[in-house]
C-alpha cells in the first residue's frame, strides 16, 4: 500500500489548472504572462540540443553557476532530512520493539530524539541554503533581462520592425519568465527529485540488494507509460490553445464588427459561428483531461504493484535474504519516497522543454550581432555647426537575410536645401532616410554628413545635429515638456516653451488642459498623430541640428493642426538641410529639389517644376493626381 | 494577450470570499449536477480506498512479514495481501480518475453555459454599450474570466473527498490506538494553521511580483514601440536604466516570496516527519505494553503520511475562491448588460426610397459633453446630400443614429414618417445599409462576406459591378472564393472599402449611408462609383465626403460643425456664405490625397498581397 503523500499533493493542485497549478501552489505567482503569448515567434533560432544550451546558459549568466552548487547542497539536505524517517522507522521496529529483550526503552528514546534533533537541523540547514539559491538566480535572471534588453536596443533599426516588436519584447518579458519559472520550480525539481532517488535507491541497497531490484522492476513500467501519456496530453493541450484562439478569433469578429452585424442583421451567423467554436474549445478540453486523469494514479497505481512485489518477496525469501521486520516495513515507506518524484515528471519535462526553448530564444537574441557599432575615439571626426550637406555614394542597402532594397542611389544634397523624397509604399524612400539618420548602415557605399562618412560620426555628435521626426511620432508616457526635453537634456523649462513660441505653436500649447505639464498618454495616444508631430518639431528646433529628416504623417490630419504644422515645418527647417518623405504632393511642390524613388532606385531628382514637364516618372505620378483632383468642375475655385 | 481586468482579489476580506464563493459553487452544481456527483462519488471511493489501503499496510507487517521472517509463511494470507493491496490501488485509481475527469467535464460545461451567456450579450447588447468596453476586456471576459470563475469548481470534489478521508482516516487512528490519534489530532490542525499562515504572509509579496512583472513589461513595451525615438535621441542608457530599476524590483520582490518560502516550506516538510517520530517513541511504549501491535503502528505512520499533504491542500480551495467569485461578479455584469430595445408594435417601412426627416437630434457619449446638439434636416426620396464637416464634427454618429445603429439622446428621426425607434428592426436592416469608413469584412471568402448567406448571385454581381469590385475580385487567385483575413489573402484600404460598398448593395437598400466609406479609393475609380449609384441604384443618399469631385456629385450638401448643421444648400452657396467651409474643403485640396496611397489607380495591376 503507498500512501499518496506528495503524490495526492500534486494531484490535487494540478487539478485546479494544469500544468502550471503546481508552481502556483508553490509560489503562489500566478504569472501575468499569458501562455498565449508568443507562440510561433520562434522564426531564425537555429535548433542546439539542451545540453549546449545550458552550457551556453550558464556561460552566459555566471551567477547560475554559483546558484547550481547551492542547490545541490540543498538538495541533499533536503533529501536526506526526508531520509529520516524511513531510516528510524528500522532501527526502531528492530532494535527498539521488536529485539530478543523485549521494548529497549532507551535505545528508542535516544534514537527519536537524535531524530527529531537531525530533522530540525536539517530544516534550519535547507532554509539557508534555498535563500542563497534564490538569490543567486534571481540575480542572474535580473542581469539577464538587463543585458537582453540593452543589446536589443543596440541592434540596427533594421531589427525593429513593427512585426518583430512583439517578439523583442517577449524575449525581455514571457521569455524570461518562463526562465524563471524553470529555476524556481523545474529546474530545483530535477536536482531535489533526482538526488532524492538516488539516494533512496541507495538506502535501499544497503538494506537488500535484492528488494531494491524488485522494487525497480515492479516500479519502472510507469516511466514509458508516462512518457506515451504525456505526449498525447501535450498534443491535446496545443489542440485547446488552437481551439481557444480561434474562439478568440471568432469573438473579436463579434466585437470588431459589432456595428456591421447590427446593421446588416447577422446575429444568427454569428451566434451559430460562436456555439461551434465554443463548443470546439470545450471537446478540445475534454480531450485533454481524459489523459491527465489518467496519468496521475499511475504512480500510486505501480507504487501498490512495488510493494505487493515487496510482499511476496520477503513472504518467500525474505529469511534467506536476511531481511528483518523494521527493513520490510522500511521499503514500504521508501517506495513512497519514489512516488513524488515520478509524479513531478512529466510536469518537470513540459517545463523543462519550455525553458529551453526560451533560453535558446534569448541566446539567440544576444547573437545577433549589433551592425551599427559606435567608431573609435581616434576615427571619430564631429560634425560642423550649422546646415549640413547630405552626400550619398553608391549606396546599397539590404536588411539581414534579404533582398537589396536600395541599388546604387548616388546624390548629393547641398548644404540648406529642402528635399522632398517622393514614391510608392516599398520603394525604398524610407529606408533611404533611416540611412540618412544611421539607424542602419549602408551594405555598400556610403553616407556622408557635412562632408564626413557618418559611421566616423561619434554618437553625441550624431544626435545633437541630425534629428528625425517619424511619421507616428512615438512620444512617452509622461508630460509633454519631458517629451520635449528629451531632444536636450540640459533645456530648461523657458527654453522648451520658447520652442514652442518659435515655431508659432504657443496659441496650440495654450488649448492644452495643462500646457507643457499635459500628460500624453500611452505612445501619446491622447495627442492626434499631427499633434505628436508637433511636438516632435519643437523637440527638433530645442536641439542645435543641421539636418532635419521628417517623414509626414499619411493619415488625415485635420485642417487646423495640419496649418499648424505647415507654419512650424516652415520654421524649423530654416537655416538647416530638410530632407522629407512626402506623403502630399504640396509638399513635393514646395521643395527646392525632388527626389524620385523606385524599386529601390533614385530615379529622378530635380525640382518640381523641372520634373513635373520632364515627362518621367513624377510627371506621371503629378498627372495622375493633379487630374484627379483637380480638374473637378469646382477646381476653378481652388 | 488579452489583458485580464484588475484583480479585486485584494479587498476581500476572507470571510466574505467564504460567504460569496459558496453560492458561486451551487450554482455551478445547480447548473450541471450530473458530472458533479459521478466526481464526488469517485473522491469518496478515492478516500475509503486510501483508508483502507493503510489497514492492509497493518496486516502485511502484522500477518505476512512478522511471521514470514521468523519461518511461519501462510501462502494463502499472502496472497490475500496482494490481491488486496493491488486491487485496492486498481480502485483508489479509477476513484482518481472519475473525479479528475468528471470535474473536469463540470467545469468545462459550465464554461460553456457561461461564454454562451456572455457571446449571446454581445450579440444582442446595443452598441453604445459595448463601446464604452475595450475590446480586451470583453475578450477577457469571455476568455480568461471565465477560466478563472469555473477554476473553483476542480478541487472541490477532492475538497469534498478530503473532508471523507479525514473522517475515515481519524476514525482507524482512533480504532488503531486513541493515544497515538491524540498526537495526529494535535498535528493536524497546527499543520493547517501553519499552511494558512503561510499563504496569508505570502500573498503580498506575491501579488507585488505580478505588478512588477507588469511593470518590467510595460517598459519594454514603451521602450521598443519608441525604438526609432530612442535611436535618434541616443536614450539607450537612460531606458536600460529604467529597465534595470523595474527588474531589479521585480528581483527583490521575488527574493521577498523566496524567503517566505524557506522559512515555511522546510517548516511545513519536517512537521509530519517530527510526529512520525513521536509515534514511534510513543508507539514503542504501547507496542510494549501489547496496547497495539507493530502493525497497528505502521498503520498509524502510514496514516500520517497519508494526511500530510491534504492538510496543505484544504486552503486551497479557499485561496481560489475570491478569484473566482469576483471573475464571476464580471461576468454577471456582462450579463446584465441591456439588449437594444424591440419596438412593441413594429411598423414597416416604405417599399420605395425613403425620406429621412430629422428634427432636434442631440447625442453625448459622455454626458455634458454632446457630439450632435439640436440638429435637424430632411432628405427627400431619392435625393443625394453629402454630410461635410471635420474630423470629430459627429459625422460618424449622424450616420449611426440615421441608421438606427445607436438611440438618440434628444430629438427624433423619422424614416418616411415612421419614427426610427418603431420601424420594424428586421425591415429597417433591410432598408437602410450604413458603409463604415473601416471596411469590416469577416475572415471568410469574399462570396460569404458580399452574400451573408442570403442574396442571389445575381444580385452580388451587380452589386460589384456597381462597386467597382468586380475587377479586382476576377483578379484574386481564387476570385470571389477567396479567403480573407488572417491567414487569408490581404486586400488594400481600396479595395476593402469597395467590397464593403458591394456588400451594402448587394441589399438593394432604400436608403445608403457612406460614412466616407470611398476614403481610400482611387478618385478616379470613386467618381465612376458614384455616377454609378445614381443612375442605377434607387435610393435616397447621404454621403459623408471630404473631396470636392465627391461633394460635386451631391445634390445637396449639410455642413456640420461641432456637432450642429450650421449650413445646408449647393456646394456653390456653401463656398459663398461658409468661409470655414471653403478653408477646410480647399485645404484638402491644395495638400492632395496621399502621393503613395495603398489603393491602386489602376485594375490592370491589382496588387494582392
Keep these: 500500500m503507498t500512501p499518496p503523500d506528495h503524490g495526492a499533493a500534486i494531484d490535487a493542485m494540478a487539478d485546479t489548472a494544469g500544468p502550471q497549478a503546481v508552481d502556483e501552489l508553490v509560489g503562489l505567482e500566478h504569472s501575468l504572462i499569458s501562455v498565449r503569448v508568443a507562440l510561433d515567434d520562434d522564426e531564425d533560432v537555429p535548433p542546439e540540443g539542451a545540453v549546449k544550451i545550458l552550457r551556453r546558459g550558464l556561460a552566459a549568466s555566471p551567477e547560475l553557476r554559483v546558484g547550481l552548487r547551492v542547490s545541490l547542497a540543498f538538495a541533499f539536505i533536503t533529501a536526506i532530512g526526508r531520509l529520516i524517517v524511513p531510516v528510524l522507522i528500522q532501527l526502531i521496529l528492530d532494535h527498539g520493539i521488536v529485539t530478543k529483550a523485549g521494548f529497549d526503552a532507551r535505545f528508542t528514546y535516544t534514537a527519536c530524539t537524535i531524530g527529531a534533533l537531525a530533522i530540525i537541523a536539517f530544516t534550519a540547514m535547507s532554509r539557508i541554503t534555498y535563500m542563497r539559491f534564490i538569490r543567486a538566480a534571481e540575480a542572474a535572471l535580473a542581469n539577464l533581462r538587463v543585458r537582453v534588453f540593452s543589446h536589443i536596443h543596440r541592434l540596427s533599426i533594421a531589427e525593429h520592425t513593427d512585426a518583430r516588436k512583439g517578439v523583442l519584447v517577449s524575449r525581455v518579458t514571457s521569455d524570461i519568465e518562463t526562465l524563471a519559472r524553470f529555476v524556481q520550480w523545474g529546474a530545483m525539481s530535477w536536482i531535489l527529485n533526482g538526488t532524492l532517488v538516488i539516494l533512496t535507491i541507495m538506502v535501499m541497497l544497503a538494506y537488500s540488494w535484492q528488494l531494491t531490484i524488485v522494487v525497480l522492476v515492479a516500479y519502472s513500467p510507469v516511466v514509458p507509460i508516462l512518457r506515451a501519456l504525456q505526449r498525447r496530453q501535450l498534443a491535446a493541450y496545443d489542440l485547446t490553445r488552437t481551439r481557444t484562439g480561434e474562439l478568440l478569433t471568432e469573438l473579436s469578429e463579434t466585437v470588431g464588427g459589432a456595428a456591421v452585424i447590427r446593421a446588416y442583421a447577422l446575429e444568427g451567423r454569428s451566434r451559430g459561428r460562436l456555439a461551434a467554436s465554443i463548443d470546439g474549445v470545450y471537446r478540445a478540453h475534454l480531450k485533454a483531461a481524459k489523459f491527465f486523469a489518467m496519468m496521475f494514479p499511475l504512480g500510486d497505481f505501480f507504487g501498490a504493484v512495488a510493494i505487493a512485489a515487496v510482499t511476496i518477496a520477503t513472504a518467500f525469501w525474505g529469511h534467506g535474504w536476511g531481511i528483518d521486520v523494521g527493513k520490510a516495513v522500511a521499503f514500504l515507506f521508501l517506495v513512497n519516497l519514489l512516488l513524488n518524484p515520478v509524479a513531478e515528471l512529466s510536469e518537470i519535462l513540459d517545463q523543462t522543454q519550455t525553458a529551453i526553448a526560451g533560453w535558446r530564444k534569448v541566446l539567440a537574441v544576444l547573437d545577433v550581432p549589433i551592425e551599427v557599432p559606435e567608431p573609435p575615439d581616434d576615427v571619430a571626426r564631429p560634425l560642423p555647426h550649422g546646415a549640413l550637406e547630405v552626400a550619398a555614394h553608391h549606396v546599397e542597402f539590404a536588411y539581414r537575410g534579404g533582398d537589396r532594397v536600395l541599388h546604387d542611389v548616388s546624390v548629393t544634397i547641398p548644404a540648406g536645401t529642402h528635399v522632398a523624397i517622393v514614391g510608392e509604399t516599398g520603394s525604398g524612400k524610407t529606408t533611404f532616410a533611416k540611412l540618412l539618420c544611421r539607424l542602419a548602415d549602408p551594405v555598400s557605399g556610403t553616407v556622408a554628413i557635412g562632408g564626413i562618412d557618418l559611421r566616423s560620426v561619434p554618437a553625441a555628435d550624431r544626435r545633437r545635429a541630425i534629428r528625425l521626426v517619424p511619421q507616428d511620432g512615438f512620444l512617452f508616457d509622461t508630460t509633454i515638456l519631458d517629451n520635449v526635453r528629451l531632444g536636450r537634456d540640459d533645456a530648461t523649462d523657458d527654453d522648451v516653451l520658447a520652442a514652442f513660441v518659435d515655431l508659432g505653436l504657443d496659441g496650440w500649447l495654450a488649448r492644452l488642459p495643462d500646457g507643457l505639464q499635459t500628460r500624453v498618454g500611452e505612445r501619446g495616444d491622447l495627442l492626434s498623430v499631427g499633434e505628436r508631430q508637433l511636438v516632435a518639431l519643437a523637440r527638433a528646433r530645442l536641439a542645435d541640428g543641421g539636418l532635419l529628416v521628417l517623414d509626414e504623417a499619411t493619415s488625415a490630419v485635420d485642417p487646423e493642426t495640419e496649418r499648424a504644422l505647415s507654419t512650424a515645418m516652415a520654421r524649423v527647417s530654416a537655416g538647416r538641410t530638410t530632407v522629407s518623405i512626402a506623403h502630399r504632393l504640396s509638399t513635393a511642390e514646395a521643395a527646392d529639389l525632388v527626389l524620385v524613388f523606385a524599386d529601390g532606385r533614385l530615379v529622378e531628382q530635380g525640382t518640381h517644376v523641372e520634373l513635373a514637364a520632364a515627362g518621367g516618372a513624377y510627371a506621371g505620378l503629378y498627372a495622375s493626381w493633379v487630374g484627379n483632383t483637380r480638374t473637378t468642375p469646382q477646381a476653378g475655385l481652388a | 494577450m488579452v489583458d485580464v481586468a484588475p484583480d479585486e482579489t485584494d479587498e476581500e476580506p476572507r470571510a466574505g470570499a467564504l460567504r460569496r464563493g459558496v453560492p458561486v459553487l451551487a450554482r455551478y452544481i445547480r447548473t450541471h449536477p450530473g458530472p458533479f456527483a459521478i466526481a464526488v462519488t469517485g473522491s469518496l471511493v478515492f478516500a475509503s480506498m486510501a483508508v483502507a489501503g493503510t489497514f492492509v499496510l497493518g496486516d502485511i507487517t502484522d500477518h505476512v512479514f512478522t511471521p514470514a521472517l521468523k519461518g511461519h509463511r501462510d501462502n494463502h494470507t499472502v496472497m490475500v495481501a496482494v490481491v488486496a493491496t493491488i486491487l485496492i490501488a486498481a ?123 507588469g511593470d518590467v513589461s510595460s517598459v ?320 435616397t443618399a447621404l454621403i459623408v465626403a471630404h473631396r470636392i469631385s465627391t461633394i460635386a456629385l451631391a445634390d445637396r450638401v449639410l455642413y456640420l460643425r461641432d456637432g450642429r448643421i450650421v449650413a445646408n444648400g449647393s456646394h456653390a452657396e456653401l463656398l459663398a456664405t461658409q468661409p470655414d467651409y471653403a478653408a477646410m474643403v480647399l485645404a484638402y485640396e491644395v495638400s492632395g490625397p496621399p502621393l503613395d496611397r495603398d489603393d491602386d489607380g489602376d485594375d490592370e495591376h491589382e496588387d494582392v498581397a
Design chain 2, 220 to 539: 519594454a513595451h514603451e521602450s521598443y514601440d519608441g525604438a526609432l525615438v530612442v535611436k535618434t535621441l541616443g536614450l539607450e542608457d537612460r531606458e536600460v536604466e529604467r529597465l534595470r530599476v523595474a527588474a531589479e524590483r521585480l528581483r527583490d520582490a521575488r527574493i521577498e516570496v523566496g524567503a517566505m518560502r524557506a522559512l515555511f516550506e522546510p517548516a511545513l516538510d519536517a512537521l509530519p516527519n517530527l510526529g512520525i517520530i513521536a509515534i514511534l517513541a510513543l508507539g514503542g511504549w504501547r507496542v510494549s505494553q501489547g496496547a497495539l501491535s507493530e502493525g497497528r503502528l505502521v498503520q498509524v505512520m502510514a496514516l500520517f503520511t497519508l494526511l500530510a499533504f491534504p492538510m496543505r491542500v484544504v486552503g486551497f480551495l479557499l485561496e481560489e475562491m475570491p478569484r473566482s467569485s469576483v471573475a464571476l461578479r464580471r461576468i454577471d455584469g456582462v450579463l446584465a448588460a441591456p439588449s437594444a430595445p424591440f419596438p412593441a408594435h413594429p411598423v414597416a417601412l416604405s417599399p420605395e426610397p425613403l425620406a429621412v426627416e430629422v428634427r432636434g437630434l442631440g447625442f453625448e457619449y459622455v454626458p455634458g459633453e454632446p457630439v450632435l446638439a439640436d440638429c435637424s434636416f430632411s432628405i427627400a426620396p431619392g435625393e443625394v446630400v453629402a454630410l461635410v464637416g471635420a474630423t470629430g464634427s459627429g459625422k460618424s454618429t449622424l450616420c449611426e443614429l440615421v441608421a438606427g445603429l445607436v438611440a438618440p439622446g434628444a430629438g427624433t428621426i423619422r424614416l418616411s414618417g415612421v419614427p426610427i425607434e418603431d420601424a420594424d428592426p428586421d425591415d429597417r436592416r433591410a432598408a437602410v445599409s450604413l458603409v463604415f469608413q473601416e471596411s469590416f469584412l469577416f475572415a471568410d471568402t469574399l462570396a460569404e462576406n458580399l452574400a451573408l448567406g442570403r442574396a442571389s448571385s445575381d444580385a452580388v454581381a451587380d452589386a460589384t459591378r456597381l462597386a467597382q469590385a468586380d475587377r479586382f475580385i476576377a483578379h484574386l487567385p481564387a476570385g470571389d472564393a477567396t479567403v480573407l483575413g488572417e491567414r487569408g489573402v490581404t486586400l488594400s484600404g481600396g479595395q476593402r472599402q469597395r467590397a464593403a460598398l458591394a456588400r451594402a448593395l448587394v441589399r438593394r437598400p432604400r436608403l445608403l449611408l457612406l460614412d466616407d466609406a470611398t476614403s481610400a479609393v482611387d478618385p478616379t475609380i470613386e467618381a465612376r462609383i458614384l455616377a454609378g449609384l445614381r443612375a442605377e441604384l434607387a435610393t
Design chain 2, 91 to 213: 480502485a483508489r485509481s479509477v476513484g482518481v480518475v472519475t473525479r479528475r475527469y468528471f470535474a473536469a467535464v463540470t467545469s468545462r460545461r459550465m464554461q460553456v453555459t457561461l461564454r454562451s451567456q456572455i457571446v449571446d450579450r454581445y450579440i444582442v447588447a446595443p452598441l453604445a454599450w459595448l463601446r464604452e468596453h475595450p475590446t480586451g476586456e470583453l475578450l477577457a471576459h469571455a476568455d480568461n474570466d471565465v477560466e478563472v470563475a469555473v477554476e473553483v469548481v476542480n478541487p472541490l470534489p477532492f475538497s469534498l473527498g478530503l473532508i471523507s478521508l479525514i473522517l475515515f482516516s481519524v476514525v482507524a487512528l482512533f480504532l488503531a490506538d486513541p493515544i497515538l490519534a491524540v498526537i495526529g489530532l494535535t498535528l493536524f490542525p497546527a499543520l493547517a494553521f501553519l499552511n494558512r499562515f503561510y499563504t496569508q504572509r505570502v500573498e503580498a509579496p506575491a501579488e507585488r511580483v505580478q505588478e512588477r512583472v
